[in-house]
């Protein structure tokens, strides 16, 4: 049944923000599946997080563990969500699923490929119920082609997809990203095929399947050094932060620290040489045009790194934002989220768990002009609105005291 405004919307959700009414069951785990239900929850969507039983989702486990026993990496990733926990090796938790489901807008997975089918509830089966349902499945590799049924993790999609060889300094060996980037711009690409698909069910009245991949994710971040190979074969050389394309594009090193300046275009390298001073670099032909600079980027490297050891990173800054110079220092976590310009974005929010007390996240990286997104509540305990979202579907409290006796779904002991 495809429905426009879901008959399930909790009362508040209308206000919410432009996904008000939209349902999501998530069945995802770890990071990728979580970070695209914290995306869809942000922008108002009810996302309801079916954690498994025992022991949830497995992120809970997931280092540093906090007072109470709560993960800091399952809080920063499913803040907005209502949280219950489901048996699915039972017969009542399976029933429980296939109500939930039956009137969904979106289910996500971040299962191999069959799992879902083996409980019967498989994206056919689930369409011939819900026509209007959208089913996004995330994965290592995708649902089709030869490696479809292989598991995958950031890792391994790092390494396939090419970023690791252009990672790092040349002569390193290969060198992962510092951050989980596939996992994260998996769930980014799941969000957005997930809006897709729902702005086309409104003119069809049918879902779809939304399908995408850890390995698609990592390819993604690939488009100038595919470029390059495309137009001539050239397989672009590890470079640290120095750009492949143009120079001077890279961290260089102060006095007190390092400093990024984009010197990418003549204009930019122009302003760069003019305030620095160093005798003889605005006529030295070797770095006249940007190919020069390329070929000679080492020893360019070199002249500019000596005169800006001179100085500290904040009296860099002060001079080249005088003549608009693409600049900025080059910060630890601790300075990054203390930043004016973080939190004036308001990319560091605050909730109070129930267990936890007072915790800080990341918010929404996408603002809206009517200012419409979900206030942060913070992740749920395992199994903490499980009676609420039962009774929702129209299970009576006696038939919820049968699940939960039957070992079917987990309630939080917790009072919130």
Same mark, same amino acid.
């Not at 399930?8 to 069945?27: F, H, Y």
């Not at 997975?109 to 499945?137: F, H, S, V, W």
């Not at 050891?309 to 608009?324: A, K, Y």
């Given at each position: 049944?495809?429905?426009?405004?879901n008959?399930?919307?909790?009362?508040?959700?209308?206000?919410?923000?432009?996904?008000?009414?939209?349902?999501?069951?998530?069945?995802a785990?770890?990071?990728?599946?979580?970070?695209?239900?914290m995306m869809?929850?942000?922008?108002?969507?009810?996302?309801?997080?079916?954690?498994?039983?025992?022991?949830?989702?497995d992120?809970?486990?997931?280092?540093?563990?906090?007072?109470?026993?709560?993960?800091?990496?399952?809080?920063?990733?499913?803040?907005?969500?209502?949280?219950?926990?489901?048996?699915?090796k039972?017969?009542?938790?399976r029933?429980?699923?296939?109500?939930?489901?039956a009137?969904?807008?979106?289910?996500t997975? =971040?299962?191999?490929?069959?799992?879902?089918?083996?409980?019967?509830?498989?994206?056919?089966?689930?369409?011939?119920?819900?026509?209007?349902?959208?089913?996004?499945?995330?994965?290592g590799?995708?649902?089709?082609?030869?490696?479809?049924?292989?598991?995958?993790?950031?890792?391994?999609?790092?390494?396939?997809?090419?970023?690791?060889?252009?990672?790092?300094?040349?002569?390193?060996?290969?060198?992962?990203?510092?951050?989980?980037?596939?996992?994260?711009?998996?769930?980014?690409?799941?969000?957005?095929?997930?809006?897709?698909?729902?702005?086309?069910?409104?003119?069809?009245?049918?879902?779809?399947?939304?399908?995408?991949?850890?390995?698609?994710?990592?390819?993604?971040?690939?488009?100038?050094?595919?470029?390059?190979?495309?137009?001539?074969?050239?397989?672009?050389?590890?470079?640290?932060s120095?750009?492949?394309?143009?120079?001077p594009?890279?961290?260089?090193?102060t006095?007190?620290?390092?400093?990024?300046?984009?010197?990418? =275009?003549?204009?930019?390298?122009?302003?760069?040489v003019?305030?620095?001073?160093?005798?003889?670099?605005?006529?030295?032909?070797?770095?006249?045009?940007?190919?020069?600079?390329?070929?000679?980027?080492?020893?360019?490297?070199?002249?500019?790194?000596?005169?800006l050891?001179?100085?500290?990173?904040?009296?860099?800054?002060?001079?080249?934002?005088?003549?608009?110079l693409?600049?900025?220092?080059?910060?630890?976590?601790?300075?990054?989220?203390?930043?004016?310009q973080?939190?004036?974005?308001g990319?560091?929010?605050?909730?109070?768990?129930p267990?936890?007390?007072?915790?800080?996240?990341?918010?929404?990286p996408?603002?809206?002009?009517?200012?419409?997104?979900?206030?942060?509540?913070?992740?749920?305990?395992?199994?903490?609105?499980?009676v609420?979202?039962?009774?929702?579907?129209?299970?009576?409290?006696?038939?919820?005291?049968?699940?939960k006796d039957?070992?079917?779904?987990?309630?939080?002991?917790?009072t919130?």
């Open positions: 049944m495809s429905v426009e405004m008959e399930l919307e909790t009362s508040d959700s209308k206000n919410a923000g432009p996904l008000a009414g939209m349902r999501v069951i998530e069945l785990h770890i990071m990728s599946g979580p970070i695209c239900g869809l929850a942000d922008m108002g969507a009810d996302v309801i997080k079916v954690e498994k039983i025992p022991g949830g989702d992120c809970r486990r997931f280092a540093p563990i906090l007072e109470g026993g709560e993960s800091a990496s399952f809080m920063i990733v499913n803040r907005n969500k209502r949280g219950v926990a489901i048996n699915l039972t017969d009542g938790g029933e429980v699923l296939r109500k939930m489901l009137t969904a807008d979106v289910v997975e =971040n299962y191999r490929r069959g799992t879902m089918e083996k409980l019967g509830m498989g994206y056919e089966a689930l369409k011939a119920e819900n026509p209007g349902l959208i089913y996004c499945a995330i994965s590799f995708g649902r089709s082609g030869p490696m479809a049924d292989k598991g995958g993790f950031d890792l391994i999609a790092q390494g396939m997809s090419g970023l690791m060889s252009m990672t790092g300094e040349p002569g390193q060996a290969p060198i992962k990203a510092g951050s989980p980037v596939t996992d994260i711009n998996a769930g980014i690409l799941a969000a957005l095929g997930i809006c897709a698909a729902y702005a086309g069910r409104h003119k069809t009245g049918v879902g779809q399947m939304v399908d995408t991949s850890l390995f698609e994710a990592g390819l993604q971040q690939m488009y100038w050094a595919f470029a390059n190979y495309f137009a001539d074969g050239t397989v672009l050389p590890k470079a640290g120095a750009n492949p394309t143009s120079a594009y890279q961290a260089f090193r006095k007190d620290g390092w400093v990024n300046i984009g010197g990418a =275009n003549q204009s930019n390298y122009e302003r760069l003019g305030v620095l001073d160093i005798p003889g670099l605005a006529d030295d032909e070797r770095f006249r045009t940007n190919a020069g600079r390329m070929k000679h980027r080492g020893v360019l490297v070199e002249i500019l790194t000596n005169r050891v001179e100085h500290t990173t904040n009296e860099w800054l002060e001079v080249f934002d005088t003549i608009g693409p600049s900025g220092p080059v910060l630890g976590v601790p300075e990054a989220v203390a930043h004016e973080a939190l004036a974005r990319m560091i929010v605050e909730t109070t768990h267990v936890s007390g007072r915790m800080r996240g990341l918010g929404l996408i603002h809206f002009s009517d200012g419409r997104t979900q206030s942060p509540v913070p992740a749920p305990l395992l199994g903490q609105h499980t609420d979202v039962l009774r929702e579907y129209g299970f009576s409290d006696e038939r919820i005291g049968a699940l039957e070992g079917a779904i987990l309630v939080s002991d917790v919130t």
